[in-house]
């Protein structure tokens, strides 16, 4: 049986890919048009696309009232969206991911990291959810070199190694490989996309959820 996911807030699709890898059918909704979105998708407002008729909602409301990349006097110009977001999925009486940046205030969540994954990059994310997922650690002694994004410059990485740090703009290619990303996207998508690695371990675990009849 092919399980039907709906990912909102979708952007260029890093969430999504993960989810199709562990073997949903996946459908995208965003505001702005995602021309490089490689699956079914649908341009409208996140906060009222009907939820009915899937089985499994993600929802990656924006982070910037809650990230490190925008700077404390401008974020409260940015909407807080996690709240709101939450109430809708909750009545949709599905099993739901919501996910965000370390310091957004989600609830009942785990933590991922690319390293956990085997990739070369510190992009920490948080995802509540309201049914029971594990975690992996992180692993970032396993690597002699790492990305993480730079804060306030969010199309660079900040390059960590056994001798110290510095920030550069790397090749987009690298960029897409430290992501695990094999499908085009600009560098500005990349910046704020997450691998999709992380929803391909939780996809998993949902699909297995669903199958064991664990729905809500």
């Given at each position: 049986?092919?399980?039907?996911?709906?990912?909102?807030?979708?952007?260029?699709?890093?969430?999504?890919?993960?989810?199709?890898?562990?073997?949903?059918?996946?459908?995208?909704?965003?505001?702005?048009?995602?021309?490089?979105?490689?699956y079914e998708f649908i341009q409208a407002d996140a906060m009222t696309f009907p939820l009915d008729g899937f089985d499994a909602i993600h929802a990656s409301p924006p982070c910037q009232r809650h990230s490190k990349a925008v700077a404390i006097a401008d974020r409260e110009n940015h909407p807080d969206l996690v709240d709101p977001t939450r109430e809708r999925l909750l009545a949709a009486g599905k099993p739901y991911v919501m996910e965000n940046v370390v310091k957004a205030p989600l609830v009942n969540t785990i933590r991922l990291?690319?390293?956990?994954?085997?990739?070369?990059?510190?992009?920490?994310?948080?995802?509540?959810?309201?049914?029971?997922?594990m975690a992996l650690p992180c692993a970032h002694g396993a690597y002699p070199?790492?990305?993480?994004?730079?804060?306030?410059r969010t199309t660079?990485?900040?390059?960590?190694?056994?001798?110290?740090?510095?920030?550069?703009?790397?090749?987009?290619?690298?960029?897409?490989?430290?992501?695990?990303?094999?499908?085009?996207?600009?560098?500005?998508?990349?910046?704020?996309?997450?691998?999709?690695?992380?929803?391909?371990?939780?996809?998993e675990q949902l699909i297995a959820i669903l199958e064991a009849g664990g729905g809500t």
């Amino acid at each position: 049986m092919t399980y039907r996911l709906l990912d909102l807030f979708c952007g260029a699709g890093g969430a999504s890919v993960g989810y199709h890898r562990a073997g949903f059918e996946v459908t995208g909704v965003d505001h702005r048009p995602m021309p490089r979105y490689p699956y079914e998708f649908i341009q409208a407002d996140a906060m009222t696309f009907p939820l009915d008729g899937f089985d499994a909602i993600h929802a990656s409301p924006p982070c910037q009232r809650h990230s490190k990349a925008v700077a404390i006097a401008d974020r409260e110009n940015h909407p807080d969206l996690v709240d709101p977001t939450r109430e809708r999925l909750l009545a949709a009486g599905k099993p739901y991911v919501m996910e965000n940046v370390v310091k957004a205030p989600l609830v009942n969540t785990i933590r991922l990291c690319g390293s956990s994954f085997g990739l070369p990059i510190q992009r920490h994310r948080l995802f509540e959810s309201n049914v029971w997922l594990m975690a992996l650690p992180c692993a970032h002694g396993a690597y002699p070199r790492i990305y993480e994004p730079a804060w306030n410059r969010t199309t660079k990485l900040r390059v960590l190694s056994v001798s110290g740090g510095f920030t550069k703009r790397v090749p987009l290619q690298e960029f897409k490989d430290a992501m695990g990303v094999d499908w085009h996207m600009t560098r500005p998508e990349l910046s704020e996309a997450i691998p999709p690695a992380y929803t391909q371990f939780i996809g998993e675990q949902l699909i297995a959820i669903l199958e064991a009849g664990g729905g809500t």
